[in-house]
Each structure stands twice: as C-alpha cells, then as structure tokens.
C-alpha cells in the first residue's frame, strides 16, 4: 500500500529555520515526482514545488521560488521542505503528494497527512 | 500570473446535479491542462477524484464525471449525497512541473 507520511506539527519563532520531511512506503520512491503544497489556515491549496527523487530535478512555482528549498535523499525514501528564516506568513498546514507516474506532467495521486507549521513570537 | 477562477461556493439539494466549473482568467481550458480535481472534507487531506480531464480515480464513484464544457474544465456530481458536502479545487498543469490550483468551490447539500 502507496503511503505518504509527514513529520509532525512544529512550532518556531519568526526567523529560525525549519525542515520538514515526507517519507514514501509501498512503492519505488525514486521513480516518482514529490509535490509540496501550502494551505494558509482557512485558505485553498497553493502549489508549491516538485522533486524527482531519482536525480533531484526540482521545480518550483514563480511564488515560492527562493522562499523555500525541496530536496529528497532516496536512499531513505523521504523528501524534504525547509526554510531558512521563518515569517509569521509561513503559518500554515503543508502537505506532499506523490506524481502519479515519472513525468512531471503527473497529477498527485497519494497524499500525506499534512504537517501543520506555526510560526509566532 | 495566471489565475484558475472557481466558483466559491455552491448549493445542491440531496439526490440534485451540480456542476462546478474551473477556468483561467484569460484564454481556455482545454485537456492540455490536465485538468485535474481534488474533494476536501475538513480536517482531512485532499483526495483526488478526477485526473486529465475525466478519468475518474481508483474508489471514486462514477457519479462523478469530469468534461470541458466550453471554455472551461467542469465536475458534475450527479445524486449528490450528504457526504458530498466538501471544497472542491481544480488544478491546471502549466508547464515546467507548476500546477496551479483554482481556489476552491465550497459545496454545500442541503
């Protein structure tokens, strides 16, 4: 069974930084695209970014190109979203969702169960 | 930037047809888009109901159908049931591995 599996709520102040992880079970995680996407508390979705896990081709959306950074390290099936300093604007509930298949052109098929961030002082 | 325009909110009784729409805020929708929807109950994280266009998901019941209707990508949920009642968001592929979402149509079965 295809499974998504997202780290936990975190809570940091404005400024630190963060990484949060997306580990994949039930399928070759390296031959599958990797999306993150932002919902904003009470908001819709926004597409964020998308990874290869295979050789790391990432592709970000015009919005959130130099905000955050996606990696994945397949050896251990997960991928990654970090920022480096936090805002009070990056509150929100973060999701991954697996390509449906290796093109980039794939919609999500799987999801994870979301990592809520909070940032406040 | 390109904007994916839905419509916010949307009513249909119990055992009624509805149609939710997904278009751009200049040109076409056209299944180069990939047109692609997502339900999303609260609380829960997105499931995916349709994809390219009209090809329903493993487990999504054939009372939902996706067409171009038009200049735009639609979902029609025909015999809407309570548990229907969700946020409804397209999504359009425009290149390059970037998705836009449109900002969601809030149904509502009563």
């Known amino acids: 069974e295809v499974q998504l599996v997202q780290s936990g709520a975190e809570v940091q102040k404005p400024g630190e930084s963060l990484k949060i992880s997306c580990k994949g079970f039930?399928?070759?995680?390296?031959?599958?695209?990797i999306a993150w996407v932002r919902q904003m508390p009470g908001k819709g979705l926004e597409w964020m970014g998308i990874?290869?896990?295979?050789?790391?081709?990432?592709r970000y959306s015009p919005s959130f190109q130099g905000q955050v950074t996606i990696s994945a390290d397949k050896s251990i099936s997960t991928a990654y979203l970090q920022w480096s300093r936090l805002k009070g604007s990056d509150t929100a509930l973060y999701y991954c969702?697996?390509?449906?298949?290796?093109?980039?052109?794939?919609?999500?098929?799987?999801w994870g169960q979301g990592t809520l961030v909070t940032v406040s002082s | 930037q390109t904007v994916v325009t839905q419509e916010p909110s949307f009513s249909v009784s119990p055992g009624g047809t509805v149609t939710l729409t997904c278009g751009l805020s200049?040109?076409?929708?056209?299944?180069?888009?990939?047109p692609t929807w997502y339900q999303q109950t609260p609380g829960q994280a997105p499931r995916t109901l349709i994809y390219?266009?009209?090809t329903r998901s493993s487990g999504v019941p054939d009372r939902f159908s996706g067409s171009i209707l038009g200049n735009k990508a639609a979902l029609t949920i025909m015999g809407t049931q309570a548990d229907d009642e969700s946020d409804y968001y397209c999504?359009?592929?425009?290149?390059?591995?970037?998705?836009?979402f449109g900002g969601g149509t809030k149904l509502t079965v009563l």
């Open positions: 390219t266009t009209n």
């Open positions: 990874i290869y896990p295979g050789d790391s081709d990432t």
């Open positions: 999504a359009l592929y425009m290149g390059g591995g970037v998705w836009v």
């Open positions: 200049s040109g076409s929708v056209s299944t180069s888009y990939y």
């Open positions: 039930g399928y070759r995680f390296s031959s599958y695209w």
């Open positions: 969702g697996r390509g449906a298949g290796n093109s980039i052109s794939h919609h999500v098929d799987y």
